[in-house]
């Protein structure tokens, strides 16, 4: 399984782009990168996902490097309310279910 | 669309005292369903995953069984609780069917044993 390694936590300034890293060298190549997001004493909510490809939706930006060995999350004009726990994740597949194994994640505060 | 119902919210417990949370899901079919903890301040860890009615895989040994008598029912059971078994509990769902479905999880119930 390939394993994510992420800071710990970071600061970003209200209304300034939060960039949140993601290590993950030993990744397959058919292992997708999810990103995922846990505000206090909520369940986890789902970000955005890909594969080689960057990826942009209303919540972020995901930005994978060409060999695939590490990726950035963008929040471009972060909030408040994006203070949150942030989890890389390398998605596991099995033959019997699909699994999320969650790391530490990045504990981001976004200060005004 | 898709909803899934945790409850309850909040739950205290004695210790040695059973616990029955339960999880369902609305709008799909076949789903894979999940049991997941977090310690305060710590990460989520899997404990359970199930691939349909009656198949249960446990990710680490305790305390704690899980049963899926329906197609989107999910519950989490303890015999006897201990007081490391207080957490956050988080059900979650995704589809079986493709290579990049995101899971959708619940609001949690968070569990003090005392």
């Known amino acids: 399984d390939a394993k994510t390694t992420q800071p710990t936590s970071m600061d970003c300034a209200e209304g300034r782009a939060a960039n949140l890293p993601c290590n993950h060298s030993t990744i397959s190549g058919n292992e997708y990168v999810y990103w995922y997001r846990q505000i206090h004493s909520q369940g986890p909510q789902y970000i955005i996902h890909?594969?080689?490809n960057n990826e942009t939706n209303e919540m972020a930006s995901l930005i994978i490097t060409e060999d695939r060995k590490s990726s950035t999350l963008i929040l471009p004009h972060a909030t408040l309310r994006d203070t949150a726990v942030y989890y890389c994740i390398v998605r596991v597949r099995n033959n019997a279910g699909n699994m999320l194994t969650f790391g530490g994640g990045t504990r981001l505060m976004v200060k005004p | 669309s898709q909803t899934i119902h945790q409850w309850p919210a909040t739950l205290v417990q004695p210790v040695g005292s059973p616990l029955s949370l339960e999880c369902t899901v609305e709008?799909?079919?076949?789903?894979?369903l999940y049991w997941y903890r977090q310690a305060a301040g710590r990460g989520l860890q899997l404990l359970f995953y199930?691939?349909?009615?009656?198949?249960i895989s446990s990710e680490v040994p305790q305390n704690l069984s899980a049963s899926r008598p329906q197609d989107r029912q999910f519950i989490l059971s303890s015999k006897k609780l201990l007081l490391s078994d207080s957490g956050f509990y988080l059900c979650?769902?995704?589809?079986?069917?493709?290579?990049?479905?995101?899971?959708?999880f619940g609001q949690g119930t968070r569990l003090t044993v005392v």
């Open positions: 709008g799909t079919s076949n789903p894979n």
């Open positions: 199930s691939v349909g009615i009656g198949q």
């Open positions: 979650a769902w995704n589809l079986q069917t493709g290579a990049s479905t995101e899971a959708f």
């Open positions: 890909g594969l080689k």
